[in-house]
């Protein structure tokens, strides 16, 4: 319930509520909360109200979206005594697929030192590839549709994400299959990218996504949303120029960058890529 009022309201509407919600004491206290990223930027930006008590409140998870370890940790510091994660899933999977298990001390443990699945062709540690997923829990299939490049030969689960894992388990997904940007040759993952403009301060939310050249492949532009504060006095030059100075010259933004208000969103908080991308290259947007 807690989740679906968190997305029927307005960002404005949540950040002056969130603690009403989710500071509540005694029998109506909230124990476990998900947020997708963008809410959670909401409840840092809006700060801990003074005098409230979040001893009740076990866990927050967030998924949906990459959320950086830097916000992870702003989280924590937020909610003192409060596990902060992040989980995966899909809704093939009816929900969660990757988690931490709360109940094991190593996962615990882990959990604050690192931000049944596999990844195509067995990859062993450290080695990316698209995460498979076999689950008693997986769907039958889509609706009235052909449902059979969802699955490889052996039953497993395709979720279309790039990811690998480490020796502990710890699974990381590095980005969408399809989402892969191809520049000259060479794979540029958004994520990079976005992972880049998020250090700059002026930036509130962005994307990445490719500009089609006949020639070279995508060419990188970055969609960003400022903070209210640097509006009007950051350019997209002096973004472009920030990226410039952190990335392989194929990662650069040859696209450019975009200022737009918001970020189209799905109903479950996951920002629609291929929507904004459409738009920017009929020119809508």
Same mark, same amino acid.
Request: aromatic fraction near 10%; glycine fraction near 8%; hydrophobic fraction near 40%.
């Given at each position: 319930?807690?989740?679906?009022?968190?997305?029927?309201? =307005?960002?404005?509407?949540?950040?002056?509520?969130?603690?009403?919600?989710?500071?509540? =004491?005694?029998?109506?206290?909230?124990?476990?909360?998900?947020?997708?990223?963008?809410?959670?930027?909401?409840?840092?930006?809006?700060?801990?109200?003074?005098?409230?008590?979040?001893?009740?409140?076990? =866990?927050?998870?967030?998924?949906?979206?990459?959320?950086?370890?830097?916000?992870?940790?702003?989280?924590?510091?937020?909610?003192?005594?409060?596990?902060?994660?992040?989980? #995966?899933?899909?809704?093939?999977?009816?929900?969660?697929?990757?988690?931490?298990?709360?109940?094991?001390?190593?996962?615990?443990?882990?959990?604050?030192?690192?931000? =049944?699945?596999?990844?195509?062709? *067995?990859?062993?540690?450290?080695?990316?590839?698209?995460?498979?997923?076999?689950?008693?829990?997986?769907?039958?299939?889509?609706?009235?549709?052909?449902?059979?490049?969802?699955?490889? *030969?052996?039953?497993?689960?395709?979720?279309?994400?790039?990811?690998?894992?480490?020796? *502990?388990?710890?699974? #990381?997904?590095?980005?969408?299959?399809?989402?892969?940007?191809?520049?000259?040759?060479?794979?540029?993952?958004?994520?990079?990218?976005?992972?880049?403009?998020?250090?700059?301060?002026?930036?509130?939310?962005?994307?990445?996504?490719?500009?089609?050249?006949?020639?070279?492949?995508?060419?990188?532009?970055?969609?960003?949303?400022?903070?209210?504060?640097?509006?009007?006095?950051?350019?997209?030059?002096?973004?472009?120029?920030?990226?410039?100075?952190?990335?392989?010259?194929?990662?650069?933004?040859?696209?450019?960058?975009?200022?737009?208000?918001?970020?189209?969103?799905?109903?479950?908080?996951?920002?629609?890529?291929?929507?904004?991308?459409?738009?920017?290259?009929?020119?809508?947007?």
């Amino acid at each position: 319930m807690l989740f679906n009022v968190i997305l029927a309201i =307005s960002d404005t509407y949540f950040v002056s509520l969130h603690s009403k919600w989710l500071f509540q =004491s005694g029998a109506q206290a909230v124990a476990y909360v998900f947020l997708p990223p963008f809410y959670a930027h909401c409840m840092i930006s809006a700060g801990r109200p003074d005098g409230i008590d979040t001893s009740a409140l076990y =866990s927050l998870a967030t998924g949906g979206g990459h959320l950086s370890t830097e916000k992870i940790r702003e989280l924590r510091e937020l909610l003192p005594g409060t596990f902060v994660s992040q989980m #995966y899933g899909c809704s093939e999977l009816c929900g969660v697929a990757v988690m931490f298990n709360l109940a094991s001390t190593k996962d615990t443990l882990l959990m604050h030192s690192n931000p =049944s699945s596999k990844t195509e062709d *067995n990859s062993g540690p450290h080695q990316q590839g698209e995460l498979l997923v076999k689950s008693e829990f997986s769907m039958v299939g889509y609706y009235q549709q052909d449902s059979s490049a969802a699955y490889d *030969n052996e039953g497993w689960l395709c979720t279309g994400d790039i990811a690998y894992f480490d020796e *502990n388990h710890c699974f #990381y997904i590095v980005d969408r299959k399809k989402e892969i940007l191809k520049f000259r040759g060479y794979q540029v993952p958004p994520a990079v990218v976005e992972q880049i403009l998020q250090e700059h301060p002026s930036v509130k939310q962005c994307i990445v996504i490719g500009i089609p050249h006949e020639v070279e492949g995508d060419h990188p532009m970055a969609i960003v949303v400022l903070h209210q504060s640097f509006v009007g006095r950051v350019t997209e030059e002096e973004i472009t120029s920030f990226v410039e100075g952190r990335v392989n010259d194929f990662q650069r933004l040859r696209g450019g960058v975009k200022f737009i208000d918001v970020l189209p969103t799905s109903p479950s908080g996951k920002v629609r890529r291929k929507e904004i991308r459409d738009m920017v290259i009929s020119g809508l947007l």
